[in-house]
């Protein structure tokens, strides 16, 4: 069973509802597919996770 609580992340919306949800801990951040949990999801370091927002924010990616 996941110990860590799962959120959707603020990145998500719009008219066709494509949503993720996160889960973070200080050891990984997880991310899914809200339409397709059953498929499991992606685990990446904190640091990274924080990269990747940092390059959504500054309009990079």
Same mark, same amino acid.
């Given at each position: 069973m996941?110990?860590? @609580?799962w959120h *959707?992340? $603020?990145?998500?919306g &719009?008219v066709?509802? %494509?949503c =993720?949800e996160v @889960?973070? $801990?200080?050891? #990984? =951040? *997880? =991310?899914?597919?809200?339409? %397709?949990?059953?498929?499991?999801?992606?685990?990446f370091p904190?640091? #990274?996770? $924080?990269?990747?927002? @940092?390059?959504?924010?500054? &309009? &990079?990616?």
């Amino acid at each position: 069973m996941d110990d860590q @609580a799962w959120h *959707k992340s $603020s990145y998500s919306g &719009g008219v066709r509802q %494509n949503c =993720v949800e996160v @889960a973070e $801990s200080p050891a #990984e =951040v *997880k =991310v899914r597919d809200t339409q %397709n949990r059953e498929r499991g999801h992606l685990s990446f370091p904190p640091t #990274e996770w $924080s990269a990747f927002l @940092a390059d959504i924010q500054s &309009g &990079g990616l």
